[in-house]
Nanobody
Framework: QVQLVESGGGLVQAGASLRLSCAASGRTLGISAMGWFRQAPGKEREFVAA????????AYADSVKGRFTITRVNAEKTLYLQMNSLKPEDTAVYYC?????????????????WGRGTQVTISS
């Protein structure tokens, strides 16, 4: 079992920055790729970004490319999402998750362990 706890969300104005963190505990040695997803009210959960086990490969949704950066520090068992130039449409609950396999999948069903999420609200 792996436990994931997100933090760093909040209410900020458009154009501001936030950094989300995801702390992993439990059986973390088996963690492969990891990702961030988000879910806005009334919408399906959507892919935001993913990073490989080593951190050398990343993937981003087109909507966040160039504004968000995903990183991980394995020694700290922590995943990060740096979010810059935030927009009101970025408002959502953000979740971190561990991938079932090594590929940088964009599909939620290919992730097995999930955190409870952290709320990000961007005002215009």
């Amino acid at each position: 079992q792996v436990q994931l706890v997100e933090s760093g969300g909040g209410l900020v104005q458009a154009g501001a920055s936030l950094r989300l963190s995801c702390a992993a505990s439990g059986r973390t040695l088996g963690i492969s790729a990891m990702g961030w997803f988000r879910q806005a009210p009334g919408k399906e959960r959507e892919f935001v970004a993913a990073v490989s086990r080593s951190g050398s490969s990343t993937a981003y949704a087109d909507s966040v490319k160039g504004r968000f950066t995903i990183t991980r520090v394995n020694a700290e068992k922590t995943l990060y999402l740096q979010m810059n130039s935030l927009k009101p449409e970025d408002t959502a609950v953000y979740y971190c998750a561990t991938a079932r396999w090594a590929s940088l999948s964009r599909e939620p069903h290919e992730y097995d362990y999930w955190g409870r999420g952290t709320q990000v609200t961007i005002s215009s």
